[in-house]
């Protein structure tokens, strides 16, 4: 598997990622991680190359309360870019996303939104929920 981490603040996303690779940015932290299309391990976080399951696997914190099954809201995110790139919502995710707080249309729940093709993609981690890792949890979960 081809893996690049990067922990630099600032990410130049005017170079595309090679082909049939996939790059994931995770704001604010300007985290980004680089690997090849289909070839993530899944780690049962969430569904299968979601933005939980890439988080998890690559050690970045995202919170996920429920074990990203979809029964909470605490791996919502906005997705910044790659929209086109990623699964369409599914019923039981736009139920869900009506509870979470700072909901906006950009708003996706990290365990269900899945990236269907290489790519680059932006996330970003709603301050309601990157306070969290300020009041003493932990910055990565656990197995990272």
Avoid at 16 to 45: K, N, Q, S
Avoid at 109 to 121: H, R, S
Avoid at 132 to 138: D, S
């Amino acid at each position: 598997m081809s893996v690049s981490v990067s922990n630099s603040p600032e990410v130049d996303l005017s170079t595309p990622p090679a082909a049939g690779m996939v790059r994931v940015t995770f704001l604010p932290e300007g985290r980004t991680v680089e690997f090849a299309f289909d070839t993530l391990p899944y780690g049962g976080h969430g569904l299968p190359m979601s933005f939980l399951d890439v988080a998890m696997n690559y050690g970045i914190f995202l919170d996920h309360a429920c074990g990203g099954v979809c029964a909470c809201t605490t791996c919502h995110l906005h997705v910044k870019q790659g929209a086109p790139g990623i699964s369409e919502s599914e019923d039981l995710e736009l139920d869900r996303l009506e509870t979470a707080a700072g909901i906006e249309l950009n708003s996706r729940l990290g365990c269900q939104a899945v990236i269907e093709k290489p790519g680059t993609y932006v996330v970003e981690i709603p301050k309601w929920n990157r306070n969290y890792v300020q009041e003493g949890k932990p910055a990565h979960g656990p197995g990272s």
